[in-house]
């Protein structure tokens, strides 16, 4: 398996209150993406990283920040949980965009009180 | 949307038997890829079929392209209890610079 690391795996909070999930890799791909998944709407893209310090929104990018400050550690910041953020997140990498298999952490169950 | 559809939402077929799921997209694509996630965990990447390829085998899988009806097809032959789990196709659409996920179907295969 590749060497994704998600934490924490579960969480649980309060609206309005921040969280931050960290996906760490140990394989030194260049890009790395955050989705959620719902049931009913599959998996959809948050935010992705295309290197150190480069990002870009994805389709539901609204509520979310990103940060890659190390290649290894990619952060998703939810500045002010709302209930409709409850959601499992996911991270993923991949060598290339769309020609290269992404490979998946285990996610992170998240649910906003 | 350009999320690609899989069809059926879900199978229940008996151990032995072959499993066909379908996925049809939108746009014109350069490549499309078939994805499988068991409950609980993250989803592993199964076989990538390029735009100008028509068919493509990985052990007991087998993946049809159809770019003139934007459609796809997993196969899986064969079928084994440990088969079950969710199936998603996933599409890039034309200068997307990420992937489009499906909702997925989810198999179960009955021993």
């Known amino acids: 398996d590749a060497g994704i690391t998600q934490s924490p795996r579960h969480k649980v909070t309060e609206t309005g209150t921040p969280v931050t999930l960290r996906c760490h890799q140990t394989?030194?791909?260049?890009?790395m993406y955050w989705y959620r998944q719902d049931p009913g709407h599959g998996l959809r893209l948050i935010h992705y990283s295309y290197g150190v310090k480069d990002t870009d929104k994805g389709e539901v990018s609204d509520g979310y920040s990103v940060s890659r400050s190390k290649t290894e550690d990619f952060l998703l910041t939810l500045e002010s949980a709302t209930s409709s953020q409850t959601s499992v997140y996911f991270c993923?990498?991949?060598?290339?965009?769309?020609?290269?298999?992404?490979?998946f952490g285990d996610g992170t169950r998240l649910s906003i009180l | 949307s350009q999320q690609g559809e899989e069809d059926p939402q879900a199978l229940s077929i008996q151990e032995g038997e072959n499993a066909t799921m379908n996925c049809s997209y939108k746009t014109s694509i350069n490549n499309l890829q078939w994805y499988r996630q068991n409950s609980g965990r993250g989803l592993v990447h199964l076989i990538l079929?390029?735009?100008?390829?028509r068919e493509k085998h990985s052990g007991r899988l087998r993946v049809t392209l159809d770019t003139s009806k934007k459609s796809s097809s997993l196969l899986i032959t064969a079928s084994r209890a440990a088969d079950t789990a969710s199936y998603f196709c996933?599409?890039?659409?034309?200068?997307?610079?990420?992937?489009?996920f499906g909702t997925g179907t989810r198999l179960t295969v009955i021993p």
């Open positions: 079929i390029r735009s100008n390829e």
């Open positions: 996933a599409t890039d659409g034309s200068g997307a610079n990420n992937l489009f």
């Open positions: 993923a990498i991949s060598e290339g965009i769309s020609n290269q298999p992404q490979h």
């Open positions: 394989e030194n791909h260049r890009y």
